[in-house]
C-alpha cells in the first residue's frame, strides 16, 4: 500500500522557532513554560504558561495578512512555509489539485474572537470586524495555508481536542493513499487571553502552581495538572513513491494509526487507550516489543496518568519500553501538542537520542521506564506518539524512521 | 476483498420548520418557508434581523435537565437527532462491539453561541478586559472546544470507536459524512454515526454577517427572504439546525433487513486557494470536486437525475455554482433539476450539509424533488432548472449534493439508490 | 455640525489599521487614482475599511464607494460628500 512519509518540520514551539532551536531545547531538557506574560494573570488561580517568545509575524507574512489573522493562524503560516522549506517542496511547481491541507484545531483564533466578542458587547455590532466571520473559527488555518501556498487538493479540518493533531495526521495518510502526492498536516494553537484563560480554566485540568519546575508533573505523585501552552508543528507529509521520486527519504513513515472514544462515564468498562494503541500498532504490523520509544499524552492527573500508564503496562509490559513527555517543556499546546510530539519523535529517530522529560520524579507505582534527568542515547527506529482530548478521544501513530534512499 | 459500500441506514433531522424527519420533508414537499424574524434575542441593532429558527424543546427529545445545562444548543440538537436517526434505523449498537461504532459530527462555529452569551457575562456585559473566571460556568471547556459535540453524540449511542469533529466552515456536513463514510470503507468502523449541528444564532454571529453584508436585510418580508437563484436576492438567510445519520455496510445492512434510504457512492473535496470569502465565478474547484465524487461512484454526469445546490442566496455564490454545474455535467447541467432547499430552512453553516443530504436521500426514497422556494424573477447568469416554487414527482435514482464555504472548501457527495444502481 | 474633511492620509491610516498594507505597494505614493484592486485591497478589506470610517465619521456609504474597481479618490469625494452639510431642498 502506499506509505506516507515526512519529508518536511515546521515547528513553532515554545522551547523554539524552527527544528533546530527546538530540538536542542528538547535534548538538553531546557523548558519554556514560566509566568504569563501575554496578559495579566495575577488574578487567575493558574499563572504560569508555555509562551513563544520572540514571534515576530511581520517579519515572515504579508502585512494585508496581519490584520486578519488570529496568532495561532500566524504560527500556522510560518510554520508551513518551514514544512514545505525543509521539504524542498516549491508549491508552485506542482499542480495545484494535488496538494492539500489537513490542520487540527482546538479552540480556533480564540483571541481574535475574544476581542471581537468585546467590541460587540463593549461597543456595538457595527465594530465587529469584517475578518470575524472566519478569523476565528476552526477551519481558518486550512484555509489560510491553502491560500497562501495555492494548494487545491482535499482538505480537512478535525476537532478532537488534543487527540486531533494524531486525527489530522491519520486523515492525511488517507488522503495520500487516495491519491494527493503532498499534504501540508499537523497543528498548531494558542488561546492565551483571559477569555481562553477562563475557559481553560474551566477544565479543572490546570495546575495553579506559580513554581515553573514543578507545576506540570505527569507520572510524578505531586502531579496536580498541568500547564497550557501555545504552538505546535506542520508537517510536510507526501506518497513515499513520490518522494522517492525526487530523491527525498524523510524523517519517518507514518505506519500505523489507531483511535477509539472512552465509554460513557460510569460504565465500568476499560478505557479506550489499550485499544487505540493495539490498533496502531496492528495497523503497523508491529508487535509491542518493535516499539523502541513512546512520547506519552502525560496529562499531569493522577487519575488520568494512571490510565495511560496502565495501558502502556497492558500492551508493552510494565517498564518494557522507554516512554518520555518532552511536553513538560513546553506544557500542553491543544491540537498542537502531538503534531510536535511527533515532529521530536521523528528528530529522536533519525538521531538516535530519546529526549527527557523534566522536572518529574516518576512516581515507581506507575511501572513505566520514564525517561528523565538526561537525554538518553539508543538506536531507534520505531515511536509511538499518543494523544488524549478532553471528554475520552483517544489516538495513537506509530512513525517509523525513514531509510536512506 | 471487495470494496465496502456504505448506506444510510438511519435519519434524524432537526431542521427550522421541520422537526423530526417526517416534518422536514412535509415542509419541502410542500415548499413552505421557516425564515422569520429573529426571536432568540433583540435584533434591532442588526443589518439583517432574519433567520431561520428551530422552535426546539430538548426537554421532549429526551434531553435531561444535566444535558440541558451542560450542552450548547448545537450539541443538544446533535443529540436530539441522534436519537431520531438511531431508533429509525433499527439498529442495535448495544448489540455491537462498541469500539466499532464511530462518530463524526460536522459543526463549522461549535458551541458559538454558548459562548457569546458566557462572554457576556463573565466581562460584566463586555465591561472587563480580563474576563473573571469566577463567573464562569463549569463546562465553558466543552464551549470552547467543540469536539464537546462528538463525545456527547458518541455517548448518546454508546459508541467507542473513532470519533471526532469535522470542521471546514460550511462544508462541515458533507465533510463529516464524507470523512465517515472512507472510515467504514477503509475497515476502521463497520458502523458510523455521522451528520452535523450547528446553531450559530447569537448576536456575534450576525454582527459578523453584517459586516460583510452576507446576509440579506430584507427584514420587512422574512418568510420570503431566501431567494437563491432568483434575480433579486441579496444575501443568505442565518439558520440552525442538525442531521445525523446511521451509515453501514451495504451487505451487513441487507443481512439484518434495514431499511437503506441510499448508498454513498462518491465524495470529494477540493479547495479554491483563491480567497477567504470570495469565489472565482468560473467555479473551476467545485466542477473538480463534483468530477472526483462522480468518478468515485463510478456515474457519468448523465446519471445524475437531481442537483441538490448550495444554493445559498448570495450573487457570488449562485454564479459561482451555475458554472460548476456546467463546468461538470456538461450539456446535462440544462436538463437536471436543481434545487435549494436554503430558500426554506436558511442556511445552517455547517449543519446545513447534513440536512441536505437527508433531504437528498428522502428525494430518491420518495422520487421527488423539493422545490427552490421565493423564486419567481430570473438572474440571466443563472439559467438551469432550479425547480421554482413547487415540488416535482421525478424519478430520482441518483443525487448530486454540493457545498461551498469559507476558507475556499468546495465540497461534492454523490448519493445513490443501491438497488436501482446495481441493476 | 462641521468636520475635517477626510484626507488621503486619513485613508491611508485606516487602510493600514484595518487591512495592513501590500509590500510591493507604495501607499505613501501617488494612490489616489490607483484603483483599490491595484493597491491590494479586495471586496473583505474594502468593507473593513469602509465600516471603521463609517464608525469614525458618523457616516453611512453606499457599496459603490466601496468596490475593488473604485479609486481613493473617489472614495474620498463619496465620504466628502457624506460629511458636507446636506443640501436643503
Redesign the interface.
Same mark, same amino acid.
Given at each position: 500500500m502506499t506509505e506516507a512519509v515526512v519529508t518536511g518540520l515546521g515547528v513553532v514551539s515554545p522551547t523554539g522557532l524552527g527544528t533546530r532551536e527546538f530540538w536542542s531545547a528538547t535534548v538538553e531538557g531546557r523548558s519554556a513554560i514560566g509566568p504569563v506574560t501575554r496578559f495579566d494573570a495575577d488574578g487567575y488561580p493558574a499563572r504560569l504558561a508555555g509562551e513563544i517568545a520572540g514571534f515576530v509575524a511581520e517579519d515572515h507574512l504579508p502585512g494585508r495578512l496581519i490584520p486578519q489573522t488570529d496568532r495561532m493562524t500566524r504560527l500556522a503560516l510560518v510554520a508551513a512555509d518551514w514544512a514545505l522549506d525543509d521539504a524542498g517542496i516549491d508549491p508552485s511547481q506542482h499542480a495545484a489539485f494535488d496538494m492539500g491541507v489537513v490542520t487540527a484545531s482546538t479552540s480556533g483564533g480564540f483571541e481574535f474572537g475574544q476581542n471581537e466578542l468585546r467590541k460587540l458587547w463593549s461597543q456595538g455590532g457595527q465594530y465587529v470586524s469584517a475578518y470575524q466571520s472566519f478569523a476565528w473559527f476552526y477551519a481558518v488555518n486550512s484555509g489560510q495555508i491553502s491560500i497562501r501556498n495555492g494548494m487545491k487538493g482535499p482538505s480537512g479540518v478535525i476537532v478532537s481536542d488534543q487527540a486531533g493533531g494524531l486525527d489530522a495526521l491519520a486523515h492525511t495518510r488517507r488522503l495520500i493513499r487516495k491519491g494527493t502526492p503532498v499534504i501540508v498536516s499537523g497543528g498548531v494553537d494558542a488561546a492565551l487571553c483571559p477569555w481562553g484563560w477562563v475557559a481553560q480554566l474551566a477544565s479543572d485540568r490546570l495546575s495553579t502552581s506559580d513554581d515553573p519546575g514543578g507545576a506540570y508533573l505527569p507520572f510524578d505523585a505531586a502531579a496536580t495538572g498541568h500547564v497550557p501552552g501555545e504552538g505546535g508543528a506542520i508537517l510536510l507529509v507526501e506518497d513515499a513513491a513520490s518522494a522517492r521520486a525526487r530523491g527525498v527519504a524523510g524523517y519517518g513513515v507514518i505506519a500505523g494509526y489507531g483511535a477509539s472514544f472512552d465509554p460513557r462515564p460510569g460504565s465500568g468498562r476499560e478505557p479506550g487507550l489499550r485499544h487505540a494503541i493495539e490498533s496502531a500498532l496492528h495497523d503497523a504490523r508491529l508487535t509491542a516489543d518493535q516499539v523502541d520509544v513512546v512520547f506519552a499524552d502525560a496529562a499531569g492527573l493522577p487519575e488520568l496518568d494512571r490510565v495511560e500508564a496502565d495501558a502502556l503496562a497492558a500492551v508493552f509490559g510494565p517498564g518494557a519500553v522507554p516512554v518520555t513527555a518532552p511536553k513538560t517543556t513546553t506544557g500542553r499546546l491543544g491540537s498542537g501538542a502531538a503534531p510536535l510530539d511527533l515532529a521530536g519523535a521523528l528528530l529522536a529517530l533519525r538521531h538516535g537520542v530519546i529526549p527527557p522529560t523534566v522536572h518529574v520524579r516518576p512516581d515507581p507505582a506507575y511501572r513505566i521506564d520514564l525517561v528523565t534527568g538526561a537525554a538518553r542515547e539508543i538506536p531507534l527506529r520505531t515511536a509511538l506518539v499518543v494523544a488524549r482530548g478532553y471528554g475520552g478521544f483517544n489516538s495513537a501513530v506509530v512513525v517509523r524512521k525513514a531509510e536512506p534512499s | 476483498m471487495s470494496e465496502r459500500r456504505v448506506v444510510i441506514t438511519g435519519i434524524g433531522v432537526l431542521a427550522p420548520g421541520g422537526v423530526g424527519v417526517k416534518n422536514f420533508w412535509d415542509l419541502l414537499a410542500e415548499g413552505r418557508t421557516a425564515t422569520r424574524g429573529i426571536t432568540f434575542f433583540d435584533p434591532a441593532p442588526f443589518r439583517s434581523r432574519i433567520a431561520a429558527e428551530i422552535d426546539f424543546c430538548p426537554e421532549a427529545h429526551g434531553l435531561g435537565p444535566q444535558e440541558v445545562r451542560r450542552m450548547d444548543r448545537a450539541a443538544q440538537l446533535a443529540v436530539a437527532a441522534t436519537r431520531e436517526a438511531l431508533a429509525d434505523s433499527g439498529l442495535d449498537i448495544g448489540a455491537l462491539d462498541p469500539h466499532r461504532v464511530g462518530v463524526t459530527v460536522g459543526s463549522a462555529v461549535g458551541a458559538t453561541t454558548g459562548l457569546d452569551a458566557e462572554y457576556r457575562v463573565v466581562s460584566d456585559g463586555g465591561r472587563l478586559a480580563e474576563v473573571d473566571h469566577r463567573y464562569a460556568v463549569p463546562h465553558l471547556y466543552d464551549y470552547l472546544v467543540p469536539s464537546s459535540f462528538a463525545a456527547e453524540v458518541a455517548w448518546a449511542a454508546g459508541a467507542e470507536g473513532p470519533s471526532a469533529v469535522v470542521s471546514t466552515g460550511c462544508t462541515s456536513g458533507i465533510d463529516s459524512v464524507g470523512h465517515a463514510v472512507e472510515l467504514i470503507r477503509e475497515g476502521s468502523a463497520d458502523v458510523m454515526v455521522a451528520g452535523s449541528s450547528d446553531a450559530p444564532i447569537s448576536p456575534i454571529t450576525v454582527a459578523c454577517f453584517d459586516a460583510i453584508k452576507a446576509t440579506t436585510p430584507r427584514n420587512d418580508d422574512p418568510e420570503h427572504a431566501s431567494r437563491p437563484f432568483d434575480g433579486t436576492r441579496n444575501g443568505f438567510v442565518l439558520g440552525e439546525g442538525a442531521a445525523i445519520f446511521v451509515l453501514e455496510e451495504l451487505s451487513s445492512a441487507r443481512r439484518r433487513g434495514a431499511v437503506i434510504y441510499a448508498e454513498i457512492a462518491g465524495y470529494a473535496s477540493r479547495c479554491n486557494a483563491f480567497h477567504m470569502t470570495g469565489l472565482r465565478p468560473d467555479g473551476a474547484e467545485m466542477a473538480e470536486a463534483i468530477r472526483v465524487a462522480l468518478d468515485e461512484a463510478r456515474l457519468h454526469p448523465t446519471a445524475v437525475d437531481y442537483v441538490n445546490a448550495h444554493g445559498s442566496g448570495t450573487k457570488q455564490n449562485d454564479r459561482h455554482e451555475t458554472a460548476a454545474f456546467k463546468r461538470s455535467l456538461g450539456e446535462h447541467a440544462r436538463r437536471v433539476p436543481v434545487s435549494s432547499i436554503k430558500s426554506m430552512v436558511g442556511h445552517s453553516l455547517g449543519a446545513i450539509g447534513s440536512i441536505e443530504i437527508a433531504a437528498s436521500a428522502l428525494a430518491i426514497r420518495h422520487d421527488v424533488v423539493p422545490p427552490t422556494a421565493n423564486l419567481h424573477t430570473p438572474d440571466p447568469e443563472c439559467d438551469l432548472d432550479y425547480v421554482p416554487l413547487t415540488a416535482r414527482e421525478h424519478r430520482t435514482d441518483t443525487v448530486l449534493t454540493v457545498g461551498s464555504g469559507f476558507g475556499g472548501f468546495q465540497s461534492a457527495m454523490v448519493l445513490a439508490e443501491p438497488e436501482r444502481r446495481a441493476a | 455640525m462641521s468636520h475635517t474633511p477626510f484626507r488621503v492620509d486619513d485613508l491611508r491610516r485606516i487602510l493600514r $489599521? @484595518? *487591512? @495592513? *498594507? !501590500? $509590500?510591493t505597494v507604495d501607499l505613501e505614493g501617488e494612490i489616489l487614482d490607483t484603483d483599490f484592486d491595484a493597491l @491590494?485591497y $479586495? #471586496? =473583505? *478589506?474594502l =468593507? &473593513?475599511t469602509g #465600516?471603521r470610517i &463609517?464608525?469614525e465619521y458618523g457616516i453611512s456609504l453606499g !457599496?459603490e464607494a466601496l468596490a475593488p474597481h473604485t479609486t481613493p479618490r473617489a472614495l474620498i469625494d463619496a465620504v466628502n460628500g457624506e460629511l458636507a452639510p446636506a443640501p436643503r431642498t
Open positions: - | - | $489599521e @484595518g *487591512a @495592513g *498594507a !501590500d $509590500e @491590494g $479586495e #471586496s =473583505l *478589506a =468593507l &473593513e #465600516s &463609517e464608525r !457599496d
